[in-house]
């Protein structure tokens, strides 16, 4: 049954942006399944929502962005439906899927949903999190970094929509605190480690 949907995602998601291709659902789908073994998870539920997590994502910027894990969720129910699902199980990966955004701000109830948002955060964060942040900021033509206060030292606010850099203020740094399982705390903090080392020394050589 997996099988099925991982063949179906990867069609699905050719052509993506690269922070939200297949190779993002794929690493989201390996770190859910770490993090589902150790915490005791459905893993069938678990890693179908893995997978279906980001069937529709509409660019940064669009008026419909909001909607894309809603959409995705619906999407994934009439999938799992032609598949012969249950409707309980159906709407437990539904569910995990709703609530994984994290501009939706929801805190999630079941320990699949916590785990696939963790999962999916964690993607966020470390060398493979700074990849995709300048990979967006790229495809968006946004400048590295505000020549006058590149790491808002100032009373800047940061403004991760002109300077890829401040996204790491605005938002990454503060990942890891928002995490829900054992195992994602402990891959977040080295993963945060690691992002601050990078802005440590980035900062040196813009400044030497």
């Known amino acids: 049954m997996l099988d099925d949907l991982r063949l179906e995602a990867e069609k699905m998601l050719a052509g993506r942006d690269p922070g939200h291709d297949y190779s993002h659902v794929i690493r989201v789908f390996k770190t859910a399944e770490q993090i589902g073994r150790e ?22 910027g669009s008026e419909k962005r909001s909607k894309s894990a809603d959409e995705s969720a619906e999407l994934a ?17 539904s569910y995990c899927i709703r609530t994984h955004s ?25 060398a493979i999190g700074i990849a995709r942040t300048f ?11 505000n020549p006058e206060d590149p790491f808002c030292k100032t009373d ?13 203020k605005a938002k990454l740094l503060k990942l890891e605190e928002t995490m829900h399982t054992a195992t994602a705390k402990r891959v977040a903090h080295e993963r945060t480690r690691f992002m601050e080392a990078f802005l440590s020394q980035l900062e040196k050589e813009i400044y030497s």
Not at 40 to 57: K, N, P, Q, R, T
Not at 77 to 93: F, P, T
Not at 135 to 145: A, K, N, Q
Not at 156 to 168: L, N, S, V
């Open 77 to 93: 129910q009439r999938m799992l439906a032609a598949r012969g699902w249950s409707r309980d199980r159906i709407e437990k990966v």
């Open 135 to 145: 990979s967006v900021g790229g495809s968006e033509m946004r400048r590295f970094y």
């Open 156 to 168: 800047r606010k940061p403004e991760d929509t002109r300077w890829t850099i401040d996204h790491f």
């Open 39 to 60: 915490e005791g998870a459905d893993m069938e539920v678990l890693l179908a929502a893995a997978l279906l997590h980001d069937i529709i994502v509409y660019p940064k």
């Open 102 to 126: 994290y501009s939706k701000n929801v805190n999630p109830e079941t320990l699949e949903a916590k785990i696939l948002q963790d999962a999916d955060r964690l993607d966020a964060l470390g």
